[in-house]
Nanobody, 127 residues
Framework: QVQLVESGGGLVQAGGSLRLSCAAS????????MGWFRQAPGKERDFVAA???????????YYADSVKGRFTISRDNAKNTVYLQMNSLKPEDTAVYSC?????????????????WGQGTQVTVSS
C-alpha cells in the first residue's frame, strides 16, 4: 500500500495562495488515480479535485464546483508527488486537506474509491 504525506498548509489571508504537496512512499504514484479532499470543522469530508487515468496515456481532471477556476491539481511522477495549487482563497476554504490514492476511481470520484489516505494538512484562510 502506498503511504502519503501532505505538506504546504498554513495560515493565509483571503485572496492569497497556497500550494499543497502530497508525497508518496512505498509505491510509485504514476499509475494511481489521485484525489484531494477536505474536511471543515463540524462538517463531512468533501471532494475537492481528482486526476484520473482513462487509459495508459490519457487522464482526466475533476474539480468540485466550489473550487473550479481557483484550484489546480497536478502530478509529477518523477517526484512521486501530487500538488494542489490553491489561488484566490476564501475563508470557506478553511479545512484539513487530505490526499488520497486509488485505482479505477469512478466518475464522479468518491471517497470510497480511494484506498490510501494521508493524515492531512491544515489550511486556514482569514478574512
Amino acid at each position: 500500500q502506498v503511504q502519503l504525506v501532505e505538506s504546504g498548509g498554513g495560515l493565509v489571508q483571503a485572496g492569497g495562495s497556497l500550494r499543497l504537496s502530497c508525497a508518496a512512499s512505498g509505491r510509485t504514484l504514476s499509475r494511481y488515480d489521485m484525489g484531494w479532499f477536505r474536511q471543515a470543522p463540524g462538517k463531512e469530508r468533501d471532494f475537492v479535485a481528482a486526476i484520473r487515468w482513462s487509459d495508459a496515456r490519457t487522464y482526466y481532471i475533476y474539480y468540485a464546483d466550489s473550487v473550479k477556476g481557483r484550484f489546480t491539481i497536478s502530478r509529477d511522477n518523477a517526484k512521486n508527488t501530487v500538488y494542489l495549487q490553491m489561488n484566490s482563497l476564501k475563508p470557506e476554504d478553511t479545512a484539513v486537506y487530505s490526499c488520497a490514492a486509488g485505482s479505477q476511481v469512478g466518475v464522479p470520484p468518491r471517497q470510497a474509491d480511494f484506498g490510501s489516505w494521508g493524515q492531512g494538512t491544515q489550511v486556514t484562510v482569514s478574512s
